[in-house]
Nanobody
Framework: QVQLVESGGGLVQAGDSLRLSCAASGRTFSTLAMGWFRQAPGKEREFVASISRSGDNTDYADSVKGRFTVSRDNAKNTAFLQMNSVKPEDTAVYYC????????????????????WGQGTQVTVSS
């Protein structure tokens, strides 16, 4: 079992930057492909970004491309989501998730592909 703990959420203004972190434990981090999802009030949880085990491959939702960057530090067992130029529509609870069956270069992006989830961190963007 993998334990995931998100941090870094908060209240920011439109145009600001924010970096979310996801600390993982319970498995060797380099064996995990990681993903970020978000759920806004009254909406379904949606894909934001994901990164392969190696960190060489990434994928993004169209709504965040060019603004958000997913990365990982395998030595620190942590994944990151750098959020730049945030917008009010980015307001949501952000979840990180782990896939522990992917090959090194695969980038999962569908919720059913992830095996463990964090509790989420709230991001609120004011206009």
């Amino acid at each position: 079992q993998v334990q995931l703990v998100e941090s870094g959420g908060g209240l920011v203004q439109a145009g600001d930057s924010l970096r979310l972190s996801c600390a993982a434990s319970g498995r060797t981090f380099s064996t995990l492909a990681m993903g970020w999802f978000r759920q806004a009030p009254g909406k379904e949880r949606e894909f934001v970004a994901s990164i392969s085990r190696s960190g060489d491959n990434t994928d993004y939702a169209d709504s965040v491309k060019g603004r958000f960057t997913v990365s990982r530090d395998n030595a620190k067992n942590t994944a990151f989501l750098q959020m730049n130029s945030v917008k009010p529509e980015d307001t949501a609870v952000y979840y990180c998730a782990a896939n522990f069956l992917a090959i090194t270069t695969y980038v999962p992006k569908f919720q059913f592909e992830f095996h463990s989830w964090g509790q989420g961190t709230q991001v609120t963007v004011s206009s």
